[in-house]
């Protein structure tokens, strides 16, 4: 089975968003079970085996749930289901040269995903999942540019 590129995914369901979030926290972090996923959260194992399987969770339990993970994939299928498009919020800073070649990345992914589903050799989920990538990737950079009059205290 190969990795997921989780730059680009993103999640179709509430339960495969679950999901993602326990495969997220153990992709990255060795020691991450779903076991200590529960203890982080304040739930036992099988309460979340139930929200993996079943494809709900309590609203209430969302933040920390997604904090024990790591990822924020149940915030964001929540918002993309509602046709809304999710950033990670502006601190105002300047780019980088890898902030700029990462966006750069991004664009050319979503452009040549877009030209090999036009020629049918891709698929409609994984086109859309790289063009999602790109425009949340340069909706942040542009939220970047309107905050930089005002810039936020970064903060060790």
Aim: proline share 5%; aromatic share 6%.
């Amino acid at each position: 089975m190969s990795r997921r590129n989780w730059k680009v995914w993103r999640p179709s369901s509430l339960q495969e968003a679950v999901e993602g979030c326990v495969d997220f926290a153990r992709d990255h972090s060795p020691r991450m079970s779903v076991e200590r996923i529960g203890d982080l959260v304040g739930e036992s194992k099988w309460t979340l085996y139930k929200w993996i399987e079943q494809g709900s969770i309590p609203a209430r339990k969302i933040p920390g749930f997604e904090h024990a993970c790591g990822v924020c994939y149940v915030t964001e299928y929540l918002a993309t289901s509602a046709r809304k498009l999710v950033i990670d919020l502006p601190t105002g800073r300047l780019p980088v040269g890898s902030d700029i070649h990462a966006l750069q990345e991004s664009c050319t992914a979503a452009i040549g995903a877009l030209l090999r589903f036009a020629e049918g050799k891709a698929d409609a989920a994984d086109t859309a999942d790289h063009l999602t990538a790109a425009m949340i990737r340069l909706a942040h950079e542009r939220a970047q540019v309107e905050r930089h009059a005002q810039p936020e205290l970064i903060l060790p």
